[in-house]
């Protein structure tokens, strides 16, 4: 056993902490700001999609970068090289010839046009997506509902900050609430130039909280190079805000595109603070040890498919990456790795320990198959509702009894889909499960304290593909002991108030399992990690959490089948003792008579 599990354990629970007041309402901004933008561009799913068919470069006067066939921009003539100028447009304009917000289906937007060195007035009616562009990434309606993961994101955030309140865990709030910045959302005209300047903000705060999480991570401790960092990225961000709000101010209040002190410290910044924190997450990865690396390539790969994503974005504004940036392989790669990212960050984050990826695939394919089948119903409906139902008046009606009839099967779909994917996809997990619950099922019959053990700890070792795993009984003293080793009565004690499993930081073992013979603690089981360096994922914590359950179930059976064979022995003892008193007594009378 290792010597801060047994006799010392100076860091048995997660370590919690406290936020500032001012942290707390920096974060309930962020995420109300990122909720409201989420929830405006989940609305536009089911707004018709349009375009004006050009695409421009913003850091390079709003020259045309693109113009795709068949759309109003290549029927007026628009080519790439064009420069389009909105000095003398309206807001409405420049908010949606911009792309601050999506346009409406016959949506007109004015604006000049320099072509060859002539300029000249044009007016452009959206229309709808062809065919041709559905096909790209930056169309495809399947990559803005991978892009609707960003409610995901929001409640991972959530879940971690108030699990672990911490600096580097607020961090990470800011980070991943930022990274739902969605672009397809569309506000009041009034209200417009308000949300691009909160996106900014909360843009460059999830920046910010990127690097503050990266020098903190793992255990929420900066220390070196880390502590400078640590304190200047506040004074940072602030400064990286000044041009961001002062480029789109520039842009929807005065039409002109981004001088240059605005985009190199928009996007060179931006850039800078993604490598700065990749590269402390990757100097983290390589300092920590072997066995250590375990716990961390997964956060860090999720963080790494966020930043895919946001890197993208930003280089976009830059002619010369421009190409790479919007292509579909970059794109489609971007946006899918980002669909993934939250549930491992869930998972991993929370615990901060080693976990089981096929635990995280597991479940991403399950939540995936249930949003895809309520959205889907939706859509269905949807479509239903605009073809057949249109003018009938009970459209309201159907979509009600839709959304009812889901809310009240949603537990149902998530069992069924969570058994497809368990049985079809993970079948060794599916079946190692199955052999504990069957297990788990019989030990409350064990017939001697041998079967108990074994099945304590020879089970899970076989079924889960542990390291090890010991059994601490208690002795008179009421100190636990096994081979020799005496555990840290710190561990007993938190089993005996929070009387559940108890993960431990320690990198062997991972999870003391209590187990209880009415009200007292009986015994304490320990496991480690899985062979290949994984964590014990949730799943199965509760499956050793019900052995436990069980094997006390065992103890009092087995300890009230001894007081039961005592109680008989006892009394047959007696009854012997008993009879040869009574013996005694008729031989002693007969003497008595007899004299």
């Not at 999609?49 to 007026?76: L, M, N, W």
């Not at 229309?127 to 409610?151: D, K």
């Not at 956060?299 to 946001?310: D, H, M, R």
């Amino acid at each position: 056993m290792r010597p801060d599990i047994v006799g010392d354990s100076s860091a048995l629970t997660e370590r919690s902490g406290h936020l500032h007041w001012w942290q707390r309402c920096v974060a309930v901004l962020a995420g109300t700001v990122a909720l409201a933008l989420n929830v405006a561009a989940a609305a536009e799913l089911f707004a018709p999609q349009t375009t004006f068919g050009y695409r421009v470069i913003y850091t390079k006067g709003f020259e045309v970068a693109i113009v795709d066939p068949e759309t109003p921009a290549a029927r007026a003539g628009i080519a790439a090289g064009d420069v389009l100028d909105f000095r003398t447009s309206t807001l409405h304009d420049r908010i949606v010839g911009l792309e601050y917000q999506p346009a409406r289906p016959g949506e007109r937007v004015g604006f000049v046009v320099s072509h060859d060195g002539r300029a000249h007035r044009l007016q452009l009616t959206a229309g709808a997506v062809t065919p041709s562009q559905v096909q790209h990434a930056i169309f495809s309606p399947l990559a803005s509902f991978l892009r609707l993961t960003g409610f995901a994101y929001i409640v991972v955030a959530l879940i971690i900050l108030l699990r672990r309140p911490s600096r580097m865990t607020w961090g990470l709030f800011l980070y991943l609430v930022a990274s739902t910045n969605v672009e397809l959302y569309r506000f009041p005209e009034g209200l417009a130039p308000a949300a691009a300047f909160a996106s900014d903000l909360l843009g460059v705060a999830g920046l910010v909280g990127l690097v503050i999480f990266a020098v903190r991570f793992p255990n929420d401790n900066a220390t070196g190079w880390r502590a400078g960092l640590d304190r200047l990225a506040i004074p940072i961000g602030a400064l990286f805000a000044i041009p961001n709000l002062a480029w789109d101010a520039l842009a929807l209040f005065r039409g002109e595109s981004p001088a240059a002190w605005m985009s190199y410290g928009s996007t060179l910044g931006a850039l800078a603070l993604i490598l700065i924190a990749g590269g402390t997450l990757v100097t983290t990865y390589f300092a920590a040890q072997h066995a250590q690396r375990q716990r961390l390539q997964w956060v860090i790969a999720g963080i790494f498919f966020t930043l895919l994503s946001s890197a993208s974005g930003w280089a976009r504004y830059w002619s010369p990456a421009y190409p790479f940036a919007t292509s579909d392989a970059v794109a489609w790669t971007a946006t899918v790795l980002y669909a993934c990212a939250p549930f491992a960050l869930a998972y991993a984050v929370v615990r901060q320990r080693v976990f089981d990826i096929s635990f995280v695939i597991s479940r991403t394919l399950v939540y995936t198959f249930v949003t895809a089948t309520v959205f889907g119903g939706f859509a269905l409906i949807e479509w239903f509702v605009g073809h057949v139902l249109e003018q009938s008046g009970i459209a309201i009606v159907v979509v009600a009894l839709a959304a009812i009839g889901i809310a009240f099967s949603f537990d149902a779909l998530y069992s069924r889909a969570e058994n497809f994917v368990e049985r079809t996809l993970f079948r060794r997990r599916h079946l190692a499960e199955r052999h504990m619950a069957s297990v788990t099922a019989g030990l409350p019959y064990a017939e001697n304290d041998a079967a108990v053990e074994a099945a304590l700890v020879a089970e899970p070792i076989h079924a889960y593909a542990l390291i090890s795993a010991e059994l601490f009984r208690r002795d008179q003293s009421g100190n636990f002991f096994c081979d020799g080793n005496v555990l840290d009565r710190r561990i007993a004690l938190q089993l005996q108030g929070h009387r559940r499993a108890l993960r431990l930081h320690a990198d062997d073992p991972a999870l003391a399992i209590p187990i209880f013979m009415r009200a007292h603690l009986e015994a304490v089981a320990l496991y480690s990690v899985h062979a290949n360096g994984e964590d014990i994922d949730p799943d199965e914590a509760a499956s050793l959490e019900a052995m436990g359950v069980a094997a006390g179930i065992a103890y009092d059976h087995l300890e009230t089948a001894r007081v039961e064979r005592e109680g008989r022995r006892w009394r047959r003892i007696a009854e012997r003792q008993a009879r040869e008193l009574a013996v005694l007594r008729e031989r002693a009378s007969h003497d008595n008579g007899t004299g």
